[in-house]
């Protein structure tokens, strides 16, 4: 043991082994954990397997699991596409706050969000579905390249003519960026999960879709309850009354994202 | 206090992520080409009846090996052997070259060299 430890550099070699365990564990911070920990049990039992079968002499099976280590880049990318997707868009976080004192952020941040507040209220009481996404650190820009153009200020009404059943515009998601409402009629991608309740319909499984892949956040209105929810990092927090909107909202979201 | 913090945090992630890199290091290591000396086991074929082969030099014949680490430790385990067909072979002292193109190796191992270069053994009646 001591030899073959002498043989692959001794010291050298609990340096390289940490310095590679500290890259791993960099790298799927980026991805959520319980996907980081799919992929360190997946990973070492496939390596473990080989070597074992190359010891015992298991030409078949090593041949397999050969061609497998071979294309376990390409394979960990295809399974894992969603986590480094998001990874990825995490390094285009908008960092940027405008200028502008605490006290003015705040109201204006509080304006906004009592708008979408209301909005969603007025929303739930006409049954009218809806999807308001809110940026928060990561850009959106790559979800809206399928939509229409607005720029205005947040305001309940604007909110609610959108999403009016015969509106052009009113499938799909309205997108309120730095306090602004930039976009409407934006298609999000589906959630993949298949733990997600049968009962959900294509609105949430889209807010639940969005919010696996960026950390923005998702207010729902659903058409047929009427019922509203906040949908974040790919959690659905249901059945929300106003007040408690109100207050999930001034939590979840910095008045400086809204500026 | 702060250091027990930073590394008690994830722990889990962490711990795996070192088990991770431990094992891909065996995988690299293990994969990385080596050479060692196995003692050369001789046996041979087609003795004519009632002769006997004797070996000349009381030294071992060793052989180099090379190849994958861990192909190295299977053979290890299996040991290496070289088969010497003497059919037709007169009594006497018989001389064998190039044993390291004879030795029976797991594939992905090559002999590099044998020591001695020749083997000598002796053909007489039991």
Redesign the interface.
């Known amino acids: 043991m001591w030899e073959f430890l002498r043989k692959t550099g001794g010291l050298l070699a609990f340096a390289d082994i940490l310095l590679v365990s500290v890259s791993i564990y960099s790298l799927l911070r980026l991805t959520r954990e319980s996907t980081a920990i799919r992929i360190l049990l997946v990973l070492p039992l496939i390596i473990i397997t080989y070597l074992l079968a190359r010891l015992i002499g298991l030409v078949t099976f090593t041949w397999v699991l050969d061609n497998v280590i071979l294309s376990l880049i390409l394979i960990l990318v295809v399974i894992f596409q969603y986590d480094i997707r998001r990874a990825l868009l995490s390094f285009s976080r908008n960092r940027m706050a405008r200028k502008g004192t605490s006290d003015t952020l705040e109201e204006a941040s509080g304006a906004v969000l009592e708008q979408l507040a209301v909005a969603a209220h007025t929303l739930s009481e006409r049954r009218n579905g809806a999807l308001i996404v809110i940026e928060r650190e990561m850009a959106l820009d790559h979800f809206m390249e399928v939509g229409t153009e607005i720029d205005a200020k947040v305001t309940s009404e604007l909110i609610c003519s959108i999403f009016l059943p015969y509106s052009p515009i009113h499938d799909g998601a309205v997108i309120i960026q730095h306090g602004k409402l930039t976009q409407a009629g934006c298609f999000l991608p589906l959630t993949q999960n298949p733990e997600v309740a049968k009962e959900l319909g294509t609105r949430h499984r889209a807010a639940i879709g969005l919010t696996e892949v960026v950390d923005a956040l998702v207010i729902v209105v659903s058409e047929e309850t009427g019922s509203i929810s906040v949908v974040s990092g790919g959690k659905i927090t249901g059945n929300l009354e106003v007040a408690s909107l109100r207050k999930l909202l001034r939590r979840m979201i910095e008045p400086r994202l809204l500026q | 206090m702060r250091t027990s913090a930073f590394l008690k945090d994830?722990i889990?992630?962490?711990l795996?992520?070192?088990?991770?890199?431990?094992?891909?290091?065996?995988?690299v290591?293990?994969e990385t080409g080596?050479e060692t000396v196995l003692p050369l086991r001789i046996s041979y074929l087609n003795v004519p009846p009632g002769y006997v082969l004797r070996q000349d030099s009381a030294a071992q014949p060793l052989v180099r090996i090379s190849g994958p680490r861990?192909?190295l430790?299977?053979q290890k385990w299996r040991g290496a052997m070289v088969t010497l067909d003497v059919a037709g072979a007169s009594p006497g002292k018989l001389t064998f070259s190039g044993l390291e193109k004879q030795v029976m190796l797991?594939p992905g191992v090559q002999a590099v060299n044998v020591a001695p270069v020749t083997h000598e053994s002796v053909l007489v009646r039991q």
Do not use: E
């Open positions: 994830n889990l992630l962490k795996l992520s070192l088990f991770s890199a431990i094992v891909l290091w065996l995988f290591t293990l080596d861990i192909l430790v299977r797991v």
